[in-house]
Nanobody, 125 residues
Framework: QVQLVESGGGLVQAGGSLRLSCAAS????????MGWFRQAPGKEREFVAA???????????SYTDSVKGRFTISRDNAKNTVYLQMNSLKPEDTAVYYC???????????????WGQGTQVTVSS
């Protein structure tokens, strides 16, 4: 089973960019679909983006509507890493961001059986 460690969070002004990374241990990383979720204080964890296992041009990729056109999910199976490039950040993007792994790609947290510890993203206005 893989283990996940996120990095790349921080404080950024509105309109700025951050790139989150999620490094996975384990030789089976390439067989997992990967997702990014976020949780703001007092709110439920919500889906942000997901990518199917292949990571290439034929990958299945999905985004929640609020980040479409601003965020990009990608993966490098050779490096056992999934990324979330976040551009044009808004204060409402402030949350703890989690990466997660699943045998199946999807938007529901219950689909994912391995989670990272999270990384804080704070966007100031």
């Amino acid at each position: 089973q893989v283990q996940l460690v996120e990095s790349g969070g921080g404080l950024v002004q509105a309109g700025g960019s951050l790139r989150l990374s999620c490094a996975a241990s384990g030789r089976t990383f390439s067989t997992y679909a990967m997702g990014w979720f976020r949780q703001a204080p007092g709110k439920e964890r919500e889906f942000v983006a997901a990518i199917s296992w292949s990571g290439g041009s034929t990958s299945y990729i999905s985004y929640t509507d609020s980040v479409k056109g601003r965020f990009t999910i990608s993966r490098d199976n050779a490096k056992n890493t999934v990324y979330l490039q976040m551009n044009s950040l808004k204060p409402e993007d402030t949350a703890v961001y989690y990466c997660a792994a699943s045998p199946l790609v999807g938007a529901r947290p219950s689909v994912y059986n391995v989670w990272g510890q999270g990384t804080q993203v704070t966007v100031s206005s």
